[in-house]
Nanobody, 115 residues
Framework: QVQLVESGGGLVQPGGSLRLSCEASGIIFLLYNATWYRQAPGKQRELVAAITSGGSTNYADSVKGRFTISRDNNKNTVYLQMNSLNPEDTAVYYC?????????WGQGTQVTVSS
């Protein structure tokens, strides 16, 4: 059974940092392109950051310079380091793993940025 399990969300003050983790089981995650998406209340899900199986990265303009996506293939895990958080970053963050044959989603983790 394939699972992507996100963790690391929570409540943080503006200007603070969080690191999200997405641990995969049942697949070799390094063979998949991994993407973090987020969905704020009343808004569509949007791409935040992506990393290919080869390690190339891509970011939404709104998070460039603040967020960093990385992967630890030994731990079968993808991370999203989020710095300088602001209230507009409040959303449920979802992990996605996609290959040429399969696509999987995590259950999401809530990030709330508020004073």
């Amino acid at each position: 059974q394939v699972q992507l399990v996100e963790s690391g969300g929570g409540l943080v003050q503006p200007g603070g940092s969080l690191r999200l983790s997405c641990e995969a089981s049942g697949i070799i995650f390094l063979l998949y392109n991994a993407t973090w998406y987020r969905q704020a209340p009343g808004k569509q899900r949007e791409l935040v950051a992506a990393i290919t199986s080869g390690g190339s990265t891509n970011y939404a303009d709104s998070v460039k310079g603040r967020f960093t996506i990385s992967r630890d293939n030994n731990k079968n895990t993808v991370y999203l380091q989020m710095n300088s958080l602001n209230p507009e970053d409040t959303a449920v963050y979802y992990c996605n793993g996609k290959s040429a044959w399969n696509e999987y989603w995590g259950q999401g983790t809530q990030v709330t940025v508020s004073s």
